[in-house]
């Protein structure tokens, strides 16, 4: 299979293959051992994003999105769970991983005063930059992302470009190895849509950043 139809192939993968969401536990610390199925990586993406765009004010948004926290209904039971980007586990070896409640709580401390920026903001680039001029320490460069989207899911925004961060930058970097961005693309911080092979171009931004991330492994095949 050449590189156009395996990517091709990957793109049909995130759009339409099942995905199975796994919490052993809720926000609570709580154990749930549910599976959620999706029908696709890309439609948990929408689930995910749009409780944001459901929530009653912007105060909560923040709250929520700072905290990493979002709710999904599932055969009959709402779960309130926390996204695994910030979550907080340890690795074999006792490396820590994610980001503390203390520091989440920093941030929304930091943010809720800039609630007239927000609401004055024109684009997902506005929102980013409000979130990354008020981070605090061990809030990076995902977490700014992260929280950035989810707010701008309220607002009625979506980035333009590609933000590159963990995951999405390694997904990049495996493309640029095998001649599919060209050199130097995956250093910088956002990339535009154009910079992408054509069959990953079908994909929204958002979608793109998602994709990157979820199958750098297999990108990097």
């Known amino acids: 299979m050449n590189s156009t139809k395996h990517l091709e192939y990957l793109v049909n993968l995130y759009l339409k293959q099942d995905y199975t969401l796994y919490k052993p536990q809720n926000e609570f610390s709580e154990e749930i ?26 105060e909560q948004v923040i709250i929520y999105s700072c905290r990493a926290k979002f709710k999904i209904f ?4 709402e779960y309130e769970l926390k996204h695994s ?16 409640n203390g520091t989440l709580q920093l941030m929304i401390d930091n943010i809720m005063p800039k609630q007239r920026e927000l609401t004055c903001a024109n684009s997902f680039d506005d929102v980013y930059n409000v979130i990354k001029e008020n ?20 607002l009625g925004f979506s980035p333009s470009m590609i933000y590159l961060h ?6 990049a970097i495996n493309l640029e190895e095998k001649g599919l961005l060209k050199k130097g ?8 849509v154009s910079e992408f092979p054509k069959p990953i171009q079908k994909l929204e931004p958002t979608q793109i950043e ?4 979820s199958f750098k492994k297999a990108l990097k095949k």
Not at 35 to 47: C, E
Not at 185 to 191: F, G, N, T, V
């Open 85 to 100: 980007h910030q979550a907080e586990f340890i690795e074999l070896g006792g490396v820590k991983h994610g980001v503390d």
């Open 135 to 154: 981070k605090v320490i061990k809030f990076g460069e995902l977490a700014i992302y992260d929280t950035a989207i989810r707010i701008s899911a309220y």
């Open 33 to 58: 051992t549910q599976k959620i199925t999706f029908i696709s990586r890309a439609d948990f993406q929408h689930h995910y994003l749009n409780f944001y765009r459901t929530l009653p004010s912007l």
């Open 166 to 171: 963990a995951g999405t930058r390694i997904g």
């Open 185 to 192: 693309a995956s250093s910088q911080e956002k990339l535009p």
């Open 210 to 213: 998602n994709f990157l991330c």
């Open 74 to 77: 599932y055969d009959g039971h």
